[in-house]
């Protein structure tokens, strides 16, 4: 979920401007608005340029050749073109381009209808402009001009010969300044393609980089007066990128695992969190693409058993002004500027797009290991925040074709995500660019699915929540996206905006009750079991009736949201003052607990009842129906300090601490080193990663814990019940059982499967299993069921004990009957085999 904070964008203290309009603004009843246009005239349709005298070669990165120059390419500044661009005296240069094809929209390197090399620029405005103008920028980010073509569809278009991949290019939009009717064109504005596929250069937050005199002296009208000042040289620019080549070594995105999603286990990381401190990652590639694709990375990765890597925000973002004013940057990411390119920020290659290959290669090298790339995306937002944000993008192009503004005042901005605007999602125009985002990283990048942030906003229609809205029916009945794996995080901030369970097939869902039921249960708060009953068996309640499976269900207990599972029974409170909000941001609805000691201890006591329900929490999730998602870390014991929203910490608060399994943590600490001393004992979390890849072989040995059907209790064709539910004293549990205890659950999983088979055809079928949850604090006197159900039963898993082995003492030698009676202890899973008569026979 996007980071939510309790500031919002104020105007900066008044300030000397040069160059800003001084208008005074009009107020609210004026028919035209502020009117603060551009004073000179520029053309409606660009000159038809002369004839080069000769093709023009593709210009070296960074070097702006005129298409008619001949020989070498050389700097704008010093190019002897056939025909000489026009310049003023005082403003940049000016070329005269011939047309180019309105689709595909981006900037796209080929040849022209001569065969001339160069490339295509194409890009959306709104209706009603006077002109866009293609602004290209060399080295010394000397800027040249280069007016466009009207074109089908608001599309503006060009063909610039001599323009390759490297350059740097940007668009400055000449129309009507009028932000009553939601119309905010500046051409004093340099804005960044929403088609970019690479991006270079950082948002500054200059005022010059605000479409508005962001500290006009009158606060209620500062987003009406028009900055006439040039952003150019504080704004990031597009980077032409070449088309990948499939036949090139590196451009075969080679085979992708297709794991069914009954066996998929996600697995939610950071690129750069994941390998900031990894001492076998080489330091000059921690933190990156290159970082995560490192030997070291993957075989973490492939070791724990995960079969997907859900990667938080890799979209190119910047960070909030309020962040910057701070000292502070967006670590998460969910702040984006532009949809098709990789963030630059996560990239060890220095050239100019070279994050792109390396994203492909990351991707390459994970699949090669047999793990899918998820991509955590944010189509409810963008990085322009709401109308007293800057324009970097969309704002400029087509605010009110892109965001969705108040019907009763189109000045401001409708917002229901909690981030200032939210993209509109009805409109073809927005349909398009996410779609065309979308297929864009499955086809060119290899990503394997998506986790769709905030995603009730792409259902939202003039008419309320709509799930067959344009976007969502686009995205269902594609033949690209609808092959892919599809996760929605089913909620916004807006009316009606929480839809757990409404998302139509073939979507899955971030599963917050699950989340919720796990918490309550462990920590003592569940008024009965009913509520676990249903989400350990894959929540039939929210996803059968649209006829969707238990894989719909994404089980998790923590997420990049909120506490860390350590945290989350180690702190009773959040401790975010570090974020600098004085505590007001992050949720208080954690449903955590301290075990009686808030926060770092070294009373050993307190530990070991951490650890155990550290344990006992792993073990619900992993053996629940539905797909499991872990946090990275969680099963390293990372703690972020109680810090329950760390969006803004880029450090070691939420960077994994490898220390457990290398021994040494390679980042330096934030001072004071002693506030970040971990009391924890190295080997319990060493014990904690050995629990978790054993759970996970356990996940995979069992067909029964990846059931790709409901369980439904019933008897089948041979007479068997895939799930029966027991109490403490063995007896198959009747309606008021379900109420009678919020303590302890206990099912037996029917290992034929009878009927079922797996994504390839074959029949499934495994041992049957027995699970007891127990989150009493006292041990329990449990009574196996009896020989209807199985001969006898063997402990394969106790996580009263540290790496959750059977213990000795207990259960070696004979397997224990069916009937008889065992201890289980406090706070603790136990999995049994169900041995049947034939097996005992042996």
């Given at each position: 979920m996007t980071s939510w904070h309790s500031t919002d964008e104020r105007p900066a203290p008044a300030r000397e401007h040069t160059g800003v309009a001084t208008a005074t603004p009009a107020r609210p009843n004026s028919p035209t608005g502020p009117a603060a246009r551009a004073t000179t005239a520029v053309p409606a349709t660009p000159a038809v340029p002369a004839t080069p005298a000769a093709p023009a070669t593709a210009a070296a990165p960074g070097r702006l050749a005129h298409p008619g120059a001949t020989g070498t390419?050389?700097?704008?500044?010093?190019?002897?073109?056939?025909?000489?661009?026009s310049a003023s005296p005082s403003g940049p240069a000016t070329w005269a381009v011939p047309p180019g094809s309105a689709d595909p929209l981006g900037a796209r390197p080929g040849t022209g209808p001569d065969g001339t090399p160069g490339t295509n620029f194409a890009v959306r405005a709104a209706d009603g402009i006077d002109l866009v103008e293609l602004c290209l920028f060399d080295d010394d980010d000397a800027e040249i001009r280069c007016p466009l073509w009207p074109g089908p569809d608001h599309v503006w278009h060009g063909f610039v010969p001599g323009v390759g991949p490297g350059t740097r290019y940007g668009y400055r939009v000449h129309g009507p300044w009028d932000p009553w009717t939601g119309r905010r064109h500046n051409p004093a504005k340099l804005l960044l393609d929403p088609y970019a596929r690479a991006v270079d250069g950082?948002?500054?937050?200059?005022?010059?980089?605000?479409?508005?005199?962001r500290d006009w002296p009158e606060p209620w009208a500062a987003d009406t007066v028009r900055d006439d000042r040039d952003s150019a040289p504080h704004v990031p620019k597009g980077v032409v990128v070449a088309d990948r080549d499939p036949a090139a070594p590196d451009g075969d995105l080679g085979p992708r695992p297709g794991t069914p999603w009954p066996d998929t286990v996600l697995y939610e990381l950071h690129v750069r969190g994941f390998t900031a401190r990894h001492p076998g990652i080489p330091a000059e590639l921690r933190g990156t693409y290159a970082g995560l694709a490192h030997p070291a990375a993957v075989e973490h990765l492939r070791r724990l058993g995960v079969t997907a890597v859900e990667l938080l925000?890799?979209?190119?973002?910047?960070?909030?002004?309020?962040?910057?004013?701070?000292?502070?940057?967006?670590?998460?990411?969910?702040?984006?500027?532009?949809?098709?390119?990789?963030?630059?920020?996560?990239?060890?290659?220095?050239?100019?797009?070279?994050?792109?290959?390396?994203?492909?290669?990351?991707?390459?090298?994970?699949?090669?290991?047999?793990?899918?790339?998820?991509?955590?995306?944010?189509?409810?937002?963008?990085?322009?925040?709401?109308?007293?944000?800057?324009?970097?993008?969309?704002?400029?192009?087509?605010?009110?074709?892109?965001?969705?503004?108040?019907?009763?005042?189109?000045?401001?901005?409708?917002d229901v995500t909690g981030c200032g605007n939210t993209l509109d999602a009805e409109r073809p125009q927005v349909v398009r660019l996410v779609c065309d985002s979308l297929r864009h990283w499955v086809t060119e990048m290899g990503v394997d699915g998506f986790r769709f942030d905030l995603a009730t906003v792409l259902a939202r229609t003039r008419q309320g929540v709509d799930m067959y809205a344009p976007l969502l029916t686009a995205i269902g009945q594609d033949p690209v996206l609808s092959r892919v794996k599809l996760i929605a995080e089913p909620w916004d901030i807006g009316p009606d905006g929480y839809r757990v369970g409404g998302f139509p097939a073939p979507w899955a869902e971030w599963n917050d009750r699950y989340r919720d039921a796990v918490r309550d249960f462990w920590r003592g708060a569940a008024p009965d079991v009913r509520e676990l009953g249903y989400r350990l068996t894959g929540s039939s309640d929210l996803y059968q009736h649209s006829g969707r499976r238990p894989w719909a269900s994404v089980n998790y207990v923590t997420s990049h949201d909120g506490f860390?599972?350590?945290?989350?029974?180690?702190?009773?409170?959040?401790?975010?003052?570090?974020?600098?909000?004085?505590?007001?941001?992050?949720?208080?609805?954690?449903?955590?607990?301290?075990?009686?000691?808030?926060?770092?201890?070294?009373?050993?006591?307190?530990?070991?009842?951490?650890?155990?329900?550290?344990?006992?929490?792993?073990?619900?999730?992993?053996?629940?129906t539905g797909v499991p998602m872990l946090t990275a870390g969680d099963e390293l014991g990372r703690t972020q300090r109680g810090n329950n929203n760390a969006y803004c910490q880029d450090n070691p608060t939420s960077w994994l601490d490898w220390s457990p399994v290398t021994g040494d943590a390679t980042a330096p600490e934030p001072a004071p080193a002693s506030a970040w001393e971990d009391l924890t004992d190295p080997a319990d979390r060493r014990a904690l990663l050995a629990l978790t890849t054993r759970l996970l072989a356990l996940r995979r040995a069992h067909p029964v814990l990846r059931r790709p059907d409901f369980l439904t209790g019933r008897p089948g064709p041979d007479g068997r019940r895939d799930i029966v539910w027991f109490t403490a004293d063995g007896r198959p549990m009747e309606d008021a059982d379900w109420y009678a205890s919020a303590t302890t659950l206990a099912c037996h999983l029917d290992g034929g499967l009878s009927g079922h088979t797996d994504a390839w055809g074959r029949p499934l079928a495994g041992d049957g299993l027995l699970l007891v949850l127990h989150a009493g604090a006292e041990p329990l006197r449990f009574v196996l069921p009896g020989p209807e159900w199985a001969a006898r039963y063997r402990t394969l898993l106790d996580t009263s004990r540290p790496e959750g082995a059977a213990d000795p003492a207990r259960d070696t030698g004979p397997a224990h009957p069916a009937g008889s009676v065992i201890d289980v202890p406090g706070r603790c899973v136990l999995v049994l085999r169900a041995e049947p008569a034939a097996a005992a026979e042996d």
């Amino acid at each position: 979920m996007t980071s939510w904070h309790s500031t919002d964008e104020r105007p900066a203290p008044a300030r000397e401007h040069t160059g800003v309009a001084t208008a005074t603004p009009a107020r609210p009843n004026s028919p035209t608005g502020p009117a603060a246009r551009a004073t000179t005239a520029v053309p409606a349709t660009p000159a038809v340029p002369a004839t080069p005298a000769a093709p023009a070669t593709a210009a070296a990165p960074g070097r702006l050749a005129h298409p008619g120059a001949t020989g070498t390419p050389s700097d704008a500044a010093t190019a002897a073109p056939a025909a000489e661009p026009s310049a003023s005296p005082s403003g940049p240069a000016t070329w005269a381009v011939p047309p180019g094809s309105a689709d595909p929209l981006g900037a796209r390197p080929g040849t022209g209808p001569d065969g001339t090399p160069g490339t295509n620029f194409a890009v959306r405005a709104a209706d009603g402009i006077d002109l866009v103008e293609l602004c290209l920028f060399d080295d010394d980010d000397a800027e040249i001009r280069c007016p466009l073509w009207p074109g089908p569809d608001h599309v503006w278009h060009g063909f610039v010969p001599g323009v390759g991949p490297g350059t740097r290019y940007g668009y400055r939009v000449h129309g009507p300044w009028d932000p009553w009717t939601g119309r905010r064109h500046n051409p004093a504005k340099l804005l960044l393609d929403p088609y970019a596929r690479a991006v270079d250069g950082e948002f500054l937050d200059h005022p010059a980089s605000y479409g508005h005199v962001r500290d006009w002296p009158e606060p209620w009208a500062a987003d009406t007066v028009r900055d006439d000042r040039d952003s150019a040289p504080h704004v990031p620019k597009g980077v032409v990128v070449a088309d990948r080549d499939p036949a090139a070594p590196d451009g075969d995105l080679g085979p992708r695992p297709g794991t069914p999603w009954p066996d998929t286990v996600l697995y939610e990381l950071h690129v750069r969190g994941f390998t900031a401190r990894h001492p076998g990652i080489p330091a000059e590639l921690r933190g990156t693409y290159a970082g995560l694709a490192h030997p070291a990375a993957v075989e973490h990765l492939r070791r724990l058993g995960v079969t997907a890597v859900e990667l938080l925000p890799v979209h190119h973002h910047v960070s909030e002004p309020h962040l910057l004013a701070r000292g502070l940057t967006n670590a998460w990411g969910y702040n984006t500027l532009a949809y098709f390119a990789p963030h630059a920020g996560y990239a060890a290659a220095d050239s100019r797009g070279g994050q792109v290959e390396e994203f492909r290669h990351m991707v390459r090298t994970l699949h090669r290991a047999g793990i899918e790339v998820i991509l955590d995306v944010v189509y409810n937002h963008t990085a322009e925040g709401g109308e007293l944000g800057p324009t970097l993008s969309l704002r400029g192009l087509d605010n009110a074709g892109h965001y969705r503004l108040r019907a009763d005042d189109p000045r401001r901005h409708e917002d229901v995500t909690g981030c200032g605007n939210t993209l509109d999602a009805e409109r073809p125009q927005v349909v398009r660019l996410v779609c065309d985002s979308l297929r864009h990283w499955v086809t060119e990048m290899g990503v394997d699915g998506f986790r769709f942030d905030l995603a009730t906003v792409l259902a939202r229609t003039r008419q309320g929540v709509d799930m067959y809205a344009p976007l969502l029916t686009a995205i269902g009945q594609d033949p690209v996206l609808s092959r892919v794996k599809l996760i929605a995080e089913p909620w916004d901030i807006g009316p009606d905006g929480y839809r757990v369970g409404g998302f139509p097939a073939p979507w899955a869902e971030w599963n917050d009750r699950y989340r919720d039921a796990v918490r309550d249960f462990w920590r003592g708060a569940a008024p009965d079991v009913r509520e676990l009953g249903y989400r350990l068996t894959g929540s039939s309640d929210l996803y059968q009736h649209s006829g969707r499976r238990p894989w719909a269900s994404v089980n998790y207990v923590t997420s990049h949201d909120g506490f860390t599972l350590r945290d989350l029974v180690s702190y009773a409170r959040k401790h975010n003052e570090p974020n600098g909000e004085q505590g007001r941001d992050g949720s208080d609805d954690n449903r955590s607990w301290n075990c009686g000691v808030e926060g770092e201890t070294t009373d050993p006591a307190v530990l070991a009842e951490r650890f155990r329900a550290l344990r006992a929490l792993l073990a619900t999730l992993l053996l629940s129906t539905g797909v499991p998602m872990l946090t990275a870390g969680d099963e390293l014991g990372r703690t972020q300090r109680g810090n329950n929203n760390a969006y803004c910490q880029d450090n070691p608060t939420s960077w994994l601490d490898w220390s457990p399994v290398t021994g040494d943590a390679t980042a330096p600490e934030p001072a004071p080193a002693s506030a970040w001393e971990d009391l924890t004992d190295p080997a319990d979390r060493r014990a904690l990663l050995a629990l978790t890849t054993r759970l996970l072989a356990l996940r995979r040995a069992h067909p029964v814990l990846r059931r790709p059907d409901f369980l439904t209790g019933r008897p089948g064709p041979d007479g068997r019940r895939d799930i029966v539910w027991f109490t403490a004293d063995g007896r198959p549990m009747e309606d008021a059982d379900w109420y009678a205890s919020a303590t302890t659950l206990a099912c037996h999983l029917d290992g034929g499967l009878s009927g079922h088979t797996d994504a390839w055809g074959r029949p499934l079928a495994g041992d049957g299993l027995l699970l007891v949850l127990h989150a009493g604090a006292e041990p329990l006197r449990f009574v196996l069921p009896g020989p209807e159900w199985a001969a006898r039963y063997r402990t394969l898993l106790d996580t009263s004990r540290p790496e959750g082995a059977a213990d000795p003492a207990r259960d070696t030698g004979p397997a224990h009957p069916a009937g008889s009676v065992i201890d289980v202890p406090g706070r603790c899973v136990l999995v049994l085999r169900a041995e049947p008569a034939a097996a005992a026979e042996d």
